[in-house]
C-alpha cells in the first residue's frame, strides 16, 4: 500500500487525505492461526511537517479468522486500529538512530511512542507500518465465547452442543470414589 508523497506538497502543513483499501491478504496473508480475509480500509490523513518529515494520523479496519482455542471452531471479527505513524526519508531515519537528541529540538517527547519509518525516494511504503499495527491489534487467544467448553479430549465431542458419553461409561458414574478425580483431569 503506497503514497506518491509529492500528492502531499512540499508547504509545511500541507495535507493529504488518505482513502485506501485493498486485500488484507495482500498486506498480511496469514500470522499464526489467523487468516485475514475480506479488505483493509486504511482512511486518515497524511501531513507533510517539513524537512522530509511526514505525519499519518488515522486508522485501519481489518477482519480476522481463526479458530477457537478450545473447539476449534472459526471465530471472526472485525478489528478498528488506530495509526499514528511517522515517516522519514531514509538518510535522515539512519543518520538519527545513533544520536537522538539535539539533531530537532522543537519536538520532545510527544514523538517518541509514535514508530518512525523510513522511505525512499517519493513513496510512502504503509506496509511494514499495517503488518506491525495489525499483529499487535490481535489477541493472544481466541475464544467462540468466554465460557467455551471446549472438545471433550476422549472422543472429540464439541461440548457446547451437549454432554459426551465418555464421562459416565468410563468413570463408572458419579459414585467411583474416582469419579471427581477424573473430571479434573
Ligand atoms: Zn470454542
Ligand atoms: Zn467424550
Known sequence: MRIDIREVGR???SNLPVHLQVPASEILQSYRDFSF??????????????????RFDGSGQFSWQAPCARCLE???????????L?????????SETGSEPAA??????????IPCYPYTGHIIDLTTA?????ILALPTKVLCRADC??????CGQDLNEGP????????????????????LL
Open 11 to 13: 508547504q509545511n502543513g
Open 37 to 54: 480475509p475480506g479488505l483493509l480500509f486504511v482512511s486518515g490523513n497524511l501531513r507533510y511537517e517539513g524537512q522530509g518529515k511526514l
Open 74 to 84: 472459526t471465530v471472526s471479527q472485525e478489528e478498528t486500529v488506530r495509526l499514528r
Open 86 to 94: 511517522s515517516f522519514r526519508n531514509e538518510s535522515q531515519c539512519t
Open 104 to 113: 530537532t529540538g522543537e519536538e520532545p517527547e510527544t514523538t517518541a511512542d
Open 130 to 134: 499495517l503488518t506491525e499495527a495489525i
Open 149 to 154: 467448553r471446549g472438545l471433550c479430549p476422549h
Open 164 to 183: 459426551c458419553t465418555c464421562r459416565t461409561e468410563q468413570t463408572g458414574g458419579s459414585q467411583s470414589p474416582f469419579g471427581a478425580l477424573n473430571n
